[in-house]
Each structure stands twice: as C-alpha cells, then as structure tokens.
C-alpha cells in the first residue's frame, strides 16, 4: 500500500488498532475492531469517521453560481448561503461522473466535496468547463481533513466543543445547512450533513489541525460512548438508508434520469453539460430496493429473475444490522421495479425470494 495516499489522522488509526483498506487513493479505516459494534453505536449513540479522502474544490468569482449551474445538473445560483445541495456532475453523454455536494458558502464562494475516488476527474471537468466563465478554482482536497459525528448524540458531542456564543447556531442548524464556526479552537466549516441516515455534523479543517480536534471530538464521544467507525459500517449505515454508492449504484453507464435525479432539472433553465442527453429520456433501469424475510444475503452482481425473465442485477447486498434480514439496491427494468413486486435472486446458483421494498430500508425517529 505504499503507493496510497494515508489521512493526517493516519497514526491514530494506527494506533487504535485498526485494519486499513485501499479506497480510491487513499489507504483508510475499514474498522477498528468489530465493525458491527460500530454500526450499532451510530444508531443508538454516535460515531466518528474520518473522512478526510473526501475531495474539496472551492469555486470562486463572479461567475460561480452561473458556473455550476452550467457544470452540474442543479441549479447552484439561486442557493442560500449556508445551503448545500446534493447533486451530479455528468459527461456531454448524460453519464454520471460523479455525485456531490456543494456547500454556498458566500455570494461567489462555493465549495464542491467530490468522492474521494472520483476527485480527479470532476476536477479535471470542472476545470474544462471553467473556460468562459470569471471563476477561479482551487483543488483543497489534499490540504483538507474532514471530521464527521454521525448518530442521535452527535449534536450533544458537537455542542461540548463549541464556544457558548455558538451553541444557538448548532441547535438551529437545518439538515443540509452548513456555517462557519469554532470548534475545539479551530475554525472551521461544520455541515449537518452525512452518509449514515442518522443525525450528525461534518467538520472541515485544514490537515495540520486534524489531530488536535480529532482527540478533543474522541474525549467528549467517550462519555457517550461513542466510538471510531471506518468504512465497513458507513457502508452498511448508507445501505440501510437507501443512499447511492458511486461504482455501485452509480457509474458512467447510468444517467441521473436511471438514478431518480430527474427531478433536478426538469425545470431548470440554464444549459448545463448533458442537457440535450438527459432531456426527454425514458429510463433503463431504476434503483430499487430489495428485501427478503430469508437468512442469506444477496451480493453486488447477482442477477435479479421475475419467472424466467431477467430483469435485473443486485448492485449493494447485505445483511441489515439494524433491520436483522437481508437488503439490497439493484438495477431493475422499470417495469418490473414497483413496490410489492416479488422477484427471485441467484444467490450461488439457487434463487431466493425477494421483494420490491419501499426506500430508505431505515429511517431515524425525528
């Protein structure tokens, strides 16, 4: 692994004992000791992640809502500061290069967060795409470390290291809202945003202060009993919540209208790279959610029967912690994804039944 990229958090990982995984470029956490004890603490308490291989590209100018609204298929210019959107970011054909979510931090100030294995080649289109527009873009991602608490005691963590005058902006800070703020003296920008279906908070910094806040956020945790989380839960939270894996769920063969992402520029006005390959277009397939009251867990790849019809193919299985019976998301042709429709899945050569399920899997209590 000595061609990865580590975190600024890496010793620490080290030093807690956990067991690292290749994702993109980067060499990060898979767990630190049973990753369904960390799966569990982000239901009932919380979790910390280190997302810090996630990509940063600050956008800023005169032109930049007008430049993402032409790069991305949202419309970025009408957004609020302190809003953030998710979004996709396509090629000419429609096919998703990436999706992501941008935070409007001023009147000509965003910031982009890509996924971490996807980082450059959104940079590399953005850039393209800058050409004739008054902007400047600024690739921040290996400079950046991202911190997130995620689960129902994430806003108390997060409350024990802010300054009193901040609290108030903690406590009304709205789901996919983001501000300025201190942070166990550091600045920094924290988002209620994440990847879990939990509540929780995102806090971005630059590397050198990763450390420092990384143990002040792991002491407060501690009297939640909270613990570190790594990769194999924040895939199985992500799972419960129905949320879209890029490489999965997502790749350049499909487009945002087989992802359910039509809805985002059906009414926008302004031209955007894709526009004429998304307008009008009848989806291939849906994403549709799979469940099953049987033990064994259908995997990424299995094809997907109605009768002796194929219609589809598993893209994210796997047992629910939470739910305790198997789950998954899958490409299924759109006239057989309805819910209520009971399929069968090859799982090693024997078909097992399953039925078309309502999304998210898993939803919090308010």
């Given at each position: 692994m000595s061609d990865l990229r580590n975190s600024p958090l890496h010793d620490i990982?080290?030093?807690?004992?956990?067991?690292?995984?290749?994702?993109?470029?980067?060499?990060?956490p898979l767990k630190?000791?049973?990753?369904?004890?960390?799966?569990?603490?982000?239901?009932?308490?919380?979790?910390?992640?280190?997302?810090?291989?996630?990509?940063?590209?600050?956008?800023?100018?005169?032109?930049?809502?007008?430049?993402?609204?032409?790069?991305?298929?949202?419309?970025?210019?009408?957004?609020?500061?302190?809003?953030?959107?998710?979004?996709?970011?396509?090629?000419?054909?429609?096919?998703?290069?990436?999706?992501l979510i941008t935070y409007r931090l001023g009147d000509n100030e965003f910031l982009v967060v890509p996924n971490a294995s996807n980082t450059p080649p959104v940079w590399d289109a953005l850039s393209e795409r800058a050409q004739n527009f008054d902007v400047?873009?600024?690739?921040?991602?290996?400079?950046?470390?991202?911190?997130?608490?995620?689960?129902?005691?994430?806003?108390?963590?997060?409350?024990?290291?802010?300054?009193?005058?901040?609290?108030?902006?903690?406590?009304e800070l709205g789901y996919y809202r983001c501000a300025q703020l201190t942070a166990g003296g550091h600045d920094v920008m924290l988002a209620r945003t994440g990847y879990t279906g939990e509540d929780g908070f995102e806090l971005v910094l630059p590397n050198e202060e990763a450390v420092d806040l990384w143990n002040q956020v792991m002491a407060v945790a501690g009297d939640f009993n909270a613990i570190p989380a790594g990769l194999a839960a924040r895939d199985s939270?992500?799972?419960?919540?129905?949320?879209?894996?890029?490489?999965?769920?997502?790749?350049?063969?499909?487009?945002?209208?087989?992802?359910?992402?039509?809805?985002?520029?059906?009414?926008?006005?302004?031209?955007?790279?894709?526009?004429?390959?998304?307008?009008?277009?009848?989806?291939?397939?849906?994403?549709?959610?799979?469940?099953?009251?049987q033990r064994r867990a259908a995997r990424p790849g299995a094809e997907i029967f109605l009768g002796d019809e194929k219609i589809g193919v598993v893209t994210s299985g796997q047992p629910s912690p939470t739910l305790g019976h198997p789950i998954a998301l899958a490409h299924i042709t759109p006239e057989h994804a309805a819910e209520g429709t009971e399929v069968e899945i090859d799982v090693r050569g024997k078909r097992l039944p399953f039925t078309v399920s309502p999304r998210p899997f898993y939803k919090r209590e308010k």
């Amino acid at each position: 692994m000595s061609d990865l990229r580590n975190s600024p958090l890496h010793d620490i990982h080290a030093e807690l004992g956990a067991s690292f995984t290749p994702f993109g470029e980067w060499n990060m956490p898979l767990k630190y000791g049973n990753e369904l004890d960390e799966h569990k603490a982000v239901r009932s308490t919380a979790g910390v992640f280190d997302l810090s291989h996630m990509g940063e590209v600050r956008v800023t100018g005169p032109d930049a809502g007008a430049f993402l609204d032409y790069s991305l298929i949202s419309t970025l210019s009408t957004a609020k500061i302190g809003q953030a959107k998710y979004s996709m970011i396509t090629a000419a054909d429609g096919g998703i290069i990436d999706d992501l979510i941008t935070y409007r931090l001023g009147d000509n100030e965003f910031l982009v967060v890509p996924n971490a294995s996807n980082t450059p080649p959104v940079w590399d289109a953005l850039s393209e795409r800058a050409q004739n527009f008054d902007v400047e873009l600024t690739n921040e991602s290996l400079d950046t470390a991202m911190i997130a608490v995620q689960g129902p005691k994430a806003e108390e963590i997060v409350l024990r290291l802010v300054a009193d005058g901040d609290a108030a902006t903690v406590r009304e800070l709205g789901y996919y809202r983001c501000a300025q703020l201190t942070a166990g003296g550091h600045d920094v920008m924290l988002a209620r945003t994440g990847y879990t279906g939990e509540d929780g908070f995102e806090l971005v910094l630059p590397n050198e202060e990763a450390v420092d806040l990384w143990n002040q956020v792991m002491a407060v945790a501690g009297d939640f009993n909270a613990i570190p989380a790594g990769l194999a839960a924040r895939d199985s939270l992500r799972l419960e919540a129905a949320m879209p894996l890029y490489g999965q769920e997502l790749s350049l063969d499909i487009t945002p209208v087989e992802a359910g992402m039509g809805r985002a520029f059906a009414k926008k006005e302004a031209d955007f790279v894709g526009r004429d390959a998304l307008t009008g277009r009848e989806p291939s397939v849906e994403i549709a959610a799979l469940t099953s009251e049987q033990r064994r867990a259908a995997r990424p790849g299995a094809e997907i029967f109605l009768g002796d019809e194929k219609i589809g193919v598993v893209t994210s299985g796997q047992p629910s912690p939470t739910l305790g019976h198997p789950i998954a998301l899958a490409h299924i042709t759109p006239e057989h994804a309805a819910e209520g429709t009971e399929v069968e899945i090859d799982v090693r050569g024997k078909r097992l039944p399953f039925t078309v399920s309502p999304r998210p899997f898993y939803k919090r209590e308010k």
